[in-house]
């Protein structure tokens, strides 16, 4: 019996049921052999309301989907370019600043190799990068920016290991400083990569001077955001529902009252887009939530530490196998369902291999990162298909260097705790 | 031909009114949340109300985010096979997948009930008997059984009807395909 409705809701999963779909049905059939009524399920979702850090899902999410739909991404370009074009290899490193601001605001990658993927490609190939190296390098450049301060799937991390009480605790914002260097890091690479890539080319001509204060002029008002979030939530001074609130309303009252790039008549569309997000991940952590106690009540985790540990006694072991599952999970199910559903399971296990629960949030984002854009089925790949104009093939071709890149930095962050650690304890 | 006129037109204004009810609470939101800063920061005070009345917020735009997914086809799940059926098959996937989402979601919908059942029946007996206490009790989770409703209605309409593809950007910067 029990095998007949796991393979109905796997064959039901690969066709495509939405998610929460499936976890619901999972936890109301656990809670009913419990014997426990449905309406507890109905409880545990209703915790919801009842999680503070979670209102900065939703003003970070509105917040990033208005300045995507403004000219913000045109003006981070120009600034960032007026700064760093100069460099060897200057609109590549560009690029990747650009759009690891620009994921560190909206948490969506997708959005970012849209929306920054729509000015940079043709940037870079009139500055003569070849086609393939621009394909890879905006595909892979989208899902940079998980690791930064104020990106949501960080925060998403936060909520759901909190409910562990862990100690030592996972803060939102020891998260927010533990990503910071491992972000730098992979930034760092991909730089270093495009310089060496770019050698060839004509150097581009120093920015004038004027043109700096023409393109600080230009992004103004976009200008002291990402300062007063760093500042705020690295000075202790704002919580991250704080600083979430604070950059929603500036963010709205930049874009639609004083830029007014955003129409008034538009801005319910633009809500709505941002909260179809946020509605899409709110309801399966709602029914994760209901899960999630009923794995604990039948001892779960503990179970499956008892199984593992049979065969991997070490930390390196565990890791290195959690590395390799993360990348195949977050190549299925993109970055947040994947933190939602595996963190609960993940987390007690890790604790028992000595890993400490804020260095694990780095490890999975970091991981999830790749999977983004991984082959065969990596999200990524088909938005950037679609945008692009070019086969999936071509594409994962393309990014073939960027996989090897970006998975020696996250062997790096991986297996150097200390490098996420550093600013936090 | 005039009903299917008629009809199309009744969908679009409540479309217009979910797309304003829900812009309203998530500025409701953002402005609530703006207030409690400026005041524990410059007046070390603050609404005593407000950190639960945002909680709340928080789970209602959720929910009715959830509720506008279904209409775009925006809700998670692992769509790897169904790029690889062929039309025919698709139609039939959409069917069984979206009929059971729908199932989940009327099940919830019943639960949900329940729940504000209980909450309702324990405000009653808590506030002396005040049906408006009793209400104030249960309110905030109501959006449970409404929204769980009308997601398996929806589902159950959108399951006979054809994949959205809806863009990623309202306003798109153009093609960078050369």
Same mark, same amino acid.
């Given at each position: 019996?029990?095998?007949?409705?796991?393979?109905?809701?796997?064959?039901?999963?690969?066709?495509?049921?939405?998610?929460?779909?499936?976890?619901?049905?999972?936890?109301?059939?656990?809670?009913?052999?419990?014997?426990?009524?449905?309406?507890?399920?109905?409880?545990?979702?209703?915790?919801?309301?009842?999680?503070?850090?979670?209102?900065?899902? #939703?003003?970070?999410?509105?917040?990033?989907?208005?300045?995507?739909?403004?000219?913000?991404?045109?003006?981070?370009?120009?600034?960032?370019?007026?700064?760093?074009?100069?460099?060897?290899?200057?609109?590549?490193?560009?690029?990747?600043?650009?759009?690891?601001?620009?994921?560190?605001?909206?948490?969506?990658?997708?959005?970012?190799?849209?929306?920054?993927?729509?000015?940079?490609?043709?940037?870079?190939?009139?500055?003569?990068?070849?086609?393939?190296?621009?394909?890879?390098?905006?595909?892979?450049?989208?899902?940079?920016?998980?690791?930064?301060?104020?990106?949501?799937?960080?925060?998403?991390?936060?909520?759901?290991?909190?409910?562990?009480?862990?100690? #030592?605790?996972?803060?939102?914002?020891?998260?927010?400083?533990?990503?910071?260097?491992?972000?730098?890091?992979?930034?760092?690479?991909?730089?270093?990569?495009?310089?060496?890539?770019?050698?060839?080319?004509?150097?581009?001509?120093?920015?004038?001077?004027?043109?700096?204060?023409?393109?600080?002029?230009?992004?103004?008002?976009?200008?002291?955001?990402?300062?007063?979030?760093?500042?705020?939530?690295?000075?202790?001074?704002?919580?991250?529902?704080?600083?979430?609130?604070?950059?929603?309303?500036?963010?709205?009252?930049?874009?639609?009252?004083?830029?007014?790039?955003?129409?008034?008549?538009?801005?319910?569309?633009?809500?709505?887009?941002?909260?179809?997000?946020?509605?899409?991940?709110?309801?399966?952590?709602?029914?994760?939530?209901?899960?999630?106690?009923?794995?604990?009540?039948?001892?779960?985790?503990?179970?499956?530490?008892?199984?593992?540990?049979?065969?991997?006694?070490?930390?390196?072991?565990?890791?290195?196998?959690?590395?390799?599952?993360?990348?195949?999970?977050?190549?299925?199910?993109?970055?947040?369902?994947?933190?939602?559903?595996?963190?609960?399971?993940?987390?007690?296990?890790?604790?028992?291999?000595?890993?400490?629960?804020?260095?694990?949030?780095?490890?999975?984002?970091?991981?999830?990162?790749?999977?983004?854009?991984? #082959? #065969?089925?990596?999200?990524?790949?088909?938005?950037?298909?679609?945008?692009?104009?070019?086969?999936?093939?071509?594409?994962?071709?393309?990014?073939?260097?960027?996989?090897?890149?970006?998975?020696?930095?996250?062997?790096?962050?991986?297996?150097?705790?200390?490098?996420?650690?550093?600013?936090?304890? | 031909?005039?009903?299917?006129?008629?009809?199309?037109?009744?969908?679009?204004?409540?479309?217009?009114?979910?797309?304003?009810?829900?812009?309203?609470?998530?500025? /409701?939101?953002?402005?609530?949340?703006?207030?409690?800063?400026?005041?524990?920061?410059?007046?070390?005070?603050?609404?005593?109300?407000?950190?639960?009345?945002?909680?709340?917020?928080?789970?209602?735009?959720?929910?009715?985010?959830?509720?506008?997914?279904?209409?775009?086809?925006?809700?998670?799940?692992?769509?790897?096979?169904?790029?690889?059926?062929? *039309?025919?098959?698709?139609?039939?996937?959409?069917? /069984?997948?979206?009929?059971?989402?729908?199932?989940?979601?009327?099940?919830?919908?019943?639960?949900?009930?329940?729940?504000?059942?209980?909450?309702?029946?324990?405000?009653?007996?808590?506030?002396?008997?005040?049906? /408006?206490?009793?209400?104030?009790?249960?309110?905030?989770?109501?959006?449970? *059984?409404?929204?769980?409703?009308?997601?398996?209605?929806?589902?159950?309409?959108?399951?006979?009807?054809?994949?959205?593809?809806?863009?990623?950007?309202?306003?798109?910067?153009?093609?960078?395909? *050369?």
């Amino acid at each position: 019996m029990i095998i007949l409705l796991i393979a109905v809701l796997l064959l039901l999963a690969a066709l495509g049921a939405p998610l929460f779909a499936l976890i619901a049905a999972i936890a109301l059939l656990g809670f009913n052999a419990a014997g426990q009524s449905g309406t507890a399920v109905a409880i545990e979702f209703y915790r919801l309301a009842d999680m503070p850090a979670l209102i900065a899902i #939703p003003l970070f999410t509105l917040a990033g989907y208005l300045l995507a739909e403004s000219q913000a991404p045109r003006r981070l370009v120009r600034l960032t370019n007026a700064l760093f074009g100069w460099l060897p290899g200057g609109l590549a490193i560009v690029s990747i600043c650009a759009c690891t601001l620009f994921t560190a605001f909206t948490g969506a990658t997708g959005v970012t190799l849209v929306a920054l993927g729509a000015v940079l490609y043709p940037a870079l190939r009139q500055a003569q990068y070849p086609e393939r190296f621009s394909l890879g390098l905006l595909t892979c450049s989208g899902s940079l920016g998980l690791l930064l301060v104020p990106s949501m799937p960080l925060i998403l991390y936060g909520v759901v290991a909190q409910q562990f009480h862990t100690t #030592p605790p996972v803060a939102i914002d020891a998260l927010f400083k533990a990503g910071l260097l491992p972000c730098l890091l992979m930034i760092v690479v991909l730089s270093l990569y495009s310089a060496w890539m770019a050698r060839g080319l004509p150097r581009p001509e120093r920015t004038s001077r004027r043109e700096v204060w023409a393109a600080l002029k230009d992004a103004a008002w976009e200008l002291p955001l990402p300062f007063v979030v760093l500042a705020g939530i690295y000075s202790g001074k704002l919580a991250a529902s704080e600083a979430a609130a604070a950059t929603a309303l500036y963010v709205l009252i930049v874009t639609v009252l004083i830029r007014r790039e955003i129409r008034l008549p538009e801005l319910p569309r633009v809500i709505r887009e941002a909260m179809l997000l946020v509605g899409a991940i709110l309801i399966v952590l709602g029914f994760s939530l209901a899960l999630t106690n009923w794995l604990i009540d039948g001892d779960v985790p503990e179970r499956l530490f008892a199984v593992m540990k049979a065969g991997i006694d070490s930390k390196i072991g565990f890791l290195l196998l959690l590395n390799a599952f993360l990348l195949v999970f977050g190549m299925l199910l993109e970055g947040f369902p994947a933190i939602i559903i595996l963190v609960p399971l993940v987390l007690p296990v890790a604790l028992h291999y000595g890993v400490d629960p804020v260095h694990l949030g780095i490890i999975f984002l970091a991981n999830l990162q790749i999977g983004i854009f991984l #082959p #065969p089925v990596g999200m990524n790949i088909f938005i950037a298909s679609a945008r692009f104009g070019r086969p999936a093939t071509s594409i994962i071709r393309a990014s073939l260097p960027f996989y090897a890149l970006l998975m020696l930095c996250v062997l790096i962050i991986t297996y150097w705790p200390g490098l996420s650690l550093a600013l936090v304890r | 031909m005039s009903s299917e006129h008629a009809t199309s037109r009744f969908l679009h204004h409540l479309h217009r009114i979910e797309n304003g009810l829900l812009a309203i609470l998530v500025l /409701v939101l953002v402005g609530l949340a703006g207030t409690q800063i400026v005041l524990r920061i410059f007046f070390e005070t603050g609404l005593a109300w407000a950190d639960s009345f945002s909680r709340s917020l928080v789970l209602w735009t959720g929910m009715l985010g959830a509720l506008a997914a279904v209409r775009d086809d925006k809700h998670i799940a692992l769509d790897v096979l169904q790029r690889f059926l062929a *039309p025919r098959a698709q139609y039939a996937a959409r069917l /069984v997948t979206l009929g059971f989402a729908a199932l989940l979601c009327a099940a919830m919908a019943w639960y949900g009930t329940g729940l504000v059942a209980i909450d309702y029946a324990e405000g009653l007996q808590s506030s002396g008997g005040s049906v /408006v206490g009793a209400l104030r009790a249960c309110f905030a989770e109501s959006i449970l *059984p409404v929204a769980f409703g009308l997601m398996a209605l929806r589902f159950a309409l959108r399951a006979f009807a054809p994949p959205a593809h809806a863009p990623v950007l309202l306003h798109d910067p153009g093609s960078a395909a *050369p």
